[in-house]
Every structure is written in C-alpha cells, then in structure tokens.
C-alpha cells in the first residue's frame, strides 16, 4: 500500500535549527514535495526533489534518499512565523500527491 | 488578483441536502483537484480533472460529484450529505508542467447535521 509517516508534533526554539523527518512507501515515485500550512489557511507549497541530495531554499533545505525512501525538510534560524504544519507528499506513478497528516511545529521563544 | 476562489468558506448543512461548493482559478491551469483535510488524517483526493472536459475518481469519491465545463471552474456536489462528510475542502490547481506544485483555495469549512 503507499504510506507517508511524519511526526505529529515537534517544539523547537526560536533561533534554533529543527528537522522534520518524512518517510514514503508509494506505487511508483516521481518527486517528494514539502508544503506549509499555517492554522486555518491554505497549504503553500516549500520544495521539490526528485533527485538524491539536499535543495536548499533560504532558510529551508530538503533532503531526499530514494533508496531509503526518506526525505526531510530542514528549517534555520527558526522565527515565530514558521510555527505551521508542515506537510511532507510523495508524487505516485500516477503523478497524484500522496500526504502524509503532517507534523505540527511549534516555535517557543 | 490571481489564485483560486473558493465559495462558501464556511456552510452548516442539514443532513440530506444537496449542497455544491464552487472553485474558479485564474492562473489558466489544466489540472484541478478537490481535496479533503481531516484531523488527524492527510489530505485525501476526492476528485481530480487533468484538463477541462475530463473528470477522475481520486481516494474519496463516493457521495461526490464533479464537473469541469471550462478551464477555470471546478465545482465540487454533494448530492444528499452526511455527517461523515463534515470536514475542511481544498480546491486546488497546477499547472501541467509542474503537475505537483499545487496552488490552493483558502478552503470551505463544511458541517454537516
């Protein structure tokens, strides 16, 4: 069956660097993509990777294995405002998202 | 300003009425998606179009229907409602290109009674 795992919730301190981990079990792969999505709002899309390796965005950075079927997002230099659900989707053969429930980041000061 | 529409953003519905919910974009994007959120629970696919004219069945297709007459509309049925369909729906679009770089609605809040 396909499946997506990620943690449910996460705490981390503002200023500080926090990875959230996603592993993926689909019919087939065509990329893995990160979104964010702020309480009560839309879901905004972060990153893409379809190839091994780390993307780096700014402060934001993704990771893919295909091999191990593991990606994470990688956040820097955490602010107030990255307090969001984080939500990790595999792409199936298909080309149809498959998402995980997301993991829920919260930033203390 | 460009993006997706979503109408109503938040509708309380008595059980067995009929209820459609509207989504218009104006990006000029082929593909649309209905999605569902659910605590707890990923967003799950309802119905999908890859280009106007066309319709799929995505996880969650029972007890919805879907028409796409044109490029920017893409309204979501719900013939006779349930409770069980009591959730968060995202219309979302993307462009044939990049089919999984999605832009979404602001979402409709949907309770059902």
């Known amino acids: 069956g396909q499946n997506i795992d990620q943690p449910t919730e996460m705490t981390a301190t503002e200023g500080a660097i926090v990875q959230i981990n996603c592993t993926y079990q689909t019919s087939g792969f065509n990329g893995l993509f990160w979104y964010q999505q702020h309480a009560g709002e839309a879901p905004t899309f972060l990153s893409y990777n379809v190839l091994d390796g780390l993307e780096e965005k700014g402060r934001f950075s993704s990771f893919l294995s295909r091999s191990k079927g593991y990606s994470y997002l990688l956040l820097k230099e955490l602010q107030m405002k990255d307090s969001a659900s984080y939500l990790c989707?595999?792409?199936?053969?298909?080309?149809?998202?498959?998402w995980g429930a997301g993991t829920k980041l919260i930033i203390k000061p | 300003i460009a993006g997706i529409t979503q109408a109503p953003t938040s509708q309380i519905l008595a059980a067995g009425r009929r209820m459609t919910l509207r989504c218009t974009q104006d990006m000029r994007h082929n593909a649309m998606y209905w999605y569902r959120q659910d605590l707890g629970l990923g967003l799950r696919l309802i119905h999908y179009?890859?280009?106007?004219?066309?319709?799929g069945k995505g996880e969650v297709p029972d007890g919805y229907s879907v028409s796409r007459a044109n490029t920017d509309d893409f309204p979501l049925t719900l013939a006779s409602a349930v409770p069980s369909q009591t959730s968060v729906y995202f219309c979302?679009?993307?462009?044939?290109?990049?089919?999984?770089?999605?832009?979404f609605g602001e979402g409709s809040r949907l309770t059902v009674l």
């Open positions: 179009s890859n280009t106007a004219g066309t319709t």
């Open positions: 979302a679009s993307s462009d044939s290109g990049q089919p999984g770089e999605l832009f």
């Open positions: 989707a595999s792409m199936d053969s298909n080309y149809q998202l498959i």
